[in-house]
């Protein structure tokens, strides 16, 4: 068994500026390592996001995760970081 995951986690929007203008990164993570997890380790890489934490939702390949969601990942996941969208 394998002793990390590697996740891809993709910014958008807000969340690429909190993150220093970077439109991905890839996380490593211990085997069963999840969404909650994810969040910590990139809070404390990008202290911006951690700010703006709470309204930001994921997406794990592609679909979304409702707000509060834990959600377990397996290595090669991809994790999108979506702030919300204003506009008019």
């Known amino acids: 068994m ?24 890839s996380v490593e993570l211990p085997p069963g390592g999840t969404t909650a997890q994810l969040r910590s380790i990139l809070a404390e890489r990008f202290p911006s996001l951690a700010e703006a934490a709470g309204s930001i939702t994921l997406a794990v390949n592609q679909e979304y995760l409702d707000e509060g969601a834990v959600e377990a990942l397996k290595d090669g996941d991809e994790v999108a970081l979506i702030p919300p969208i204003s506009g008019g």
């Not at 394998?2 to 990164?25: N, P, Q, Y």
């Open 2 to 25: 394998a002793d990390k995951i590697l996740v891809k986690v993709l910014f958008f929007a807000a969340a690429r500026e909190m993150a220093g203008g970077e439109s991905e990164t």
